[in-house]
């Protein structure tokens, strides 16, 4: 069985990898999508998204990264997948992911999306709070691996410029 796990991953965190893992070995191949969405202001521009989390997955040959612009379904139809893999942290995840997975199958009845809890050491982590405390100066180490957190800091130290 094939499973799409969409994101932005705007960067890749142990979140997501430990959720990906988890999927790799449950699924034949799991597929993380990338959201191209140029009206989304990201950190990382899709190339950079795409190669932190290749960079990051190297050691799994059933774990594909691809990218994805435009509706979510037409991406599942092109692919020919119909089921998509969301994390699910806290209470306050639900609302959105519910909404989304509404309208995904209100879109296409063959979609299903199987959500997959958060890991407890995890359930706090997001990229948002990552790129916050990479922002000050914090240590991200253990957020993120360390090519990410080389290249946040890059990017922040750019952005200083
Ligand atoms: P989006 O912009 O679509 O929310 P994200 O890259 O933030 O994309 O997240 C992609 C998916 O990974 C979402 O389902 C999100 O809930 C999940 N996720 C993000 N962080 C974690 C985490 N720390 N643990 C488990 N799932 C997570």
Do not use: W
């Amino acid at each position: 069985m094939v499973v799409i796990y969409p994101g932005s991953f705007d960067p890749v965190t142990y979140g997501h990898i430990d959720i990906i893992k988890r999927c790799a070995r449950k699924f034949n191949t799991v597929i993380v999508a990338v959201l191209n969405n140029k009206s989304k202001k990201n950190m990382f521009t899709i190339e950079e998204r795409v190669e932190l989390l290749e960079l990051a997955l190297v050691e799994y040959d059933n774990i594909e990264v691809d990218t994805f612009s435009g509706l979510l379904v037409d991406y599942t139809k092109e692919k020919g997948c119909t089921t998509l893999i969301r994390g699910l942290r806290a209470v306050s995840d639900y609302e959105y992911e519910m909404q989304m997975a509404l309208v995904n199958k209100k879109l296409d009845d063959d979609i299903e999306t199987l959500f997959m809890v958060a890991s407890g050491k995890y359930g706090y982590l997001s990229s948002s709070i990552v790129k916050e405390v990479a922002g000050f100066g914090g240590d991200i180490s253990c957020f993120v691996p360390s090519i990410v957190e080389k290249s946040l800091i890059k990017k922040i130290e750019e952005g200083m410029d």
